[in-house]
């Protein structure tokens, strides 16, 4: 053991003098490993450390060490550092996962702590040696996150299905509803078929857009929602209006919203006629969306319209359960509706 004893005077006791010829090679050899490898006291003193750990820890070569160790690692490791820093100093090997911050960015580190004990059982120094396992490291995170990823889409597609159901169902109660009216001539296929393709084409805007922008993106821009819903009614229809972006979880409201709209006009207003068209304009006020539905040129309007019918009552459902209102004016021209609906 007069070897190992000549090498560990070198690292225990730094500025010991010391014959022994390997004590050179022992530092050149220390130096040029990858790991880092340090000898600390029992109280966690840094004695002595190589090349690799002083650029990790950002300690000069020249320094002299006698520094305390912990400190030298961000906070979040201080716990288990410390709980092996005391199983070392008992006697005992142990481990615990380490992190250092650079200018090279993080690394990640295994440590390893081995006690140096005397002949008498006395814990002289703690040699810990600190493997770079950041490849590792972040390809175990990187799988973490994509396994979380995939749960959370898991339960987003449950969460989506579920509203899909709910909708189409009351999408089915709604065109049950509207073709039992009695000013009502169309079949009830028809009708909930028109709903669902409303739906589906302000979905496939949707879609283009994320595509195009983020998909991952809470809000969609209005305008492309208003061309994908009006777009059966060619140019008819003409929308109006600036940049504003709604939620996506209110993309259905929209559809149905402006569908049912559409359908009152074909049905008795300016959409009933060769030359009539409506005009779509909105405008953001702080947090409301103002959005105003006009039409022009269909049949002359004397009077309000009594009663109202079922289309009418659909919308202003609509409005109201999204917190919104509803004002109509009847000019002789055509409708005039102007909405108010809360975006935040």
């Known amino acids: 053991m007069e070897v190992a004893s000549g090498i560990y005077t070198r690292l225990i006791f730094p500025n010991a003098k010391t014959e022994s010829p390997l004590s050179d090679l022992q530092k050149a050899m220390l130096d040029a490993t990858p790991d880092c490898i340090k000898i600390v006291s029992p109280d966690g003193h840094v ?46 090997n142990a481990r615990f996962p380490g992190k250092s911050i650079s200018p090279t960015g993080i690394r990640y580190w295994d440590n390893l ?11 002289l120094s703690i040699l810990c040696v600190s493997r770079d396992i950041t490849s590792k490291t972040q390809l175990e995170n990187q799988l973490e996150e994509a396994i979380e990823r995939e749960k959370l889409l898991s339960a987003e597609m449950h969460h989506r299905i579920k509203n899909l159901f709910s909708v189409v169902s009351g999408l089915i109660g709604i065109s049950e509803r509207e073709a039992a009216a009695p000013d009502s001539s169309v079949s009830i296929t028809k009708i909930l078929r028109d709903k669902l393709g409303a739906l589906a084409r302000a979905s496939d805007a949707v879609f283009a857009q994320g595509i195009k922008g983020n998909p991952d993106a809470a809000t969609i821009d209005l305008a492309a929602v208003v061309q994908a819903v009006m777009q059966p ?3 008819r229809c003409t929308a109006v209006g600036g940049s504003v972006s709604v939620p996506r979880n209110s993309i259905t409201t ?18 009933s006629t060769d030359h009539g068209s409506v005009t779509i304009q909105w405008s953001m006020e702080g947090k409301t969306l103002n959005l105003t539905w006009i039409e022009i040129g269909g049949p002359l309007i004397s009077s309000s319209p009594e009663p109202r019918g079922f289309g ?9 359960s999204s917190g919104g209102a509803i004002n ?17």
Request: proline share 8%.
């Open 113 to 123: 702590l081995t006690p140096l004990i005397d002949g008498s059982g006395q814990v």
């Open 328 to 344: 109509r004016t009847w000019r002789a021209e055509g409708l005039v509706a102007d909405l108010h609906l809360p975006m935040g």
């Open 254 to 271: 929209f559809a149905l919203l402006l569908h049912e709209l559409a359908t009152n006009s074909v049905k008795y207003g300016s959409l």
């Open 312 to 320: 009418s009552e659909m919308v202003d459902r609509i409005v109201r």
């Open 233 to 235: 009614y060619g140019d």
């Open 47 to 92: 004695l002595t450390m190589n090349r690799a750990g002083c650029e990790a820890l950002g300690v000069p070569q020249d320094s002299g060490f006698g520094m305390p160790w912990l400190p030298l690692l961000p906070p979040e490791v201080h716990p288990l550092g410390r709980e092996a820093l005391q199983k070392a100093a008992d006697g005992e």
